[in-house]
């Protein structure tokens, strides 16, 4: 279920970026401090039958971008990626998901040392999991909140 107050987020997830609108990946849930993301394994097959890899790297790095649309204000804040890897354990022959969480006093501190120094990195550590709950892949990334630039164009407003 997507919290009314974050359609705008969940729609822009999913079709604000072309390269992700391709994949068909999809917001399942979408909450205060909270987002689950669906990959689909339609679409996104590689030459031997599973989930390409390029489309499990793409949700685990989207991931840090929906999250902070639905933990920070988006009018004064916007995400960056420095970096995530990736680890894949097993074939996903299924659609997977990923589920992403922050706590209010995570979120709360990284908005104080934003407001104060004009950025804070936050890192996520997460699993991908196919359709039997197995994880395929962990994903390690490091993303920065920044206050948005004087004159910067906001695509969500």
Same mark, same amino acid.
């Given at each position: ?49 599973? $989930?390409?890899? #390029? ?46 969480? $922050? ?37 390690? #990334? ?8 004087? #004159? ?6």
């Amino acid at each position: 279920m997507i919290d009314e107050k974050y359609k705008k987020i969940a729609d822009y997830t999913k079709n604000g970026i072309e390269a992700i609108k391709r994949t068909g990946l999809t917001l399942l849930e979408c909450r205060d401090n909270y987002v689950k993301l669906l990959m689909p394994l339609e679409g996104n097959v590689n030459h031997i039958g599973m $989930m390409y890899a #390029g489309s499990l790297f793409t949700i685990g790095e989207v991931s840090g971008g929906a999250i902070f649309g639905v933990t920070f204000d988006y009018l004064k804040y916007i995400p960056i990626v420095k970096e995530v890897t990736i680890r894949y354990r097993k074939p996903a022959l299924s659609d997977v998901t990923l589920v992403v969480e $922050m706590t209010s006093d995570r979120v709360g501190e990284l908005q104080e040392r934003t407001d104060r120094n004009g950025k804070a990195d936050f890192t996520l550590d997460l699993e991908i999991k196919d359709a039997g709950d197995e994880t395929v892949a962990l994903v390690h #990334g490091i993303w920065q909140v920044r206050k948005i630039p004087e #004159g910067m164009k906001n695509p969500l407003v």
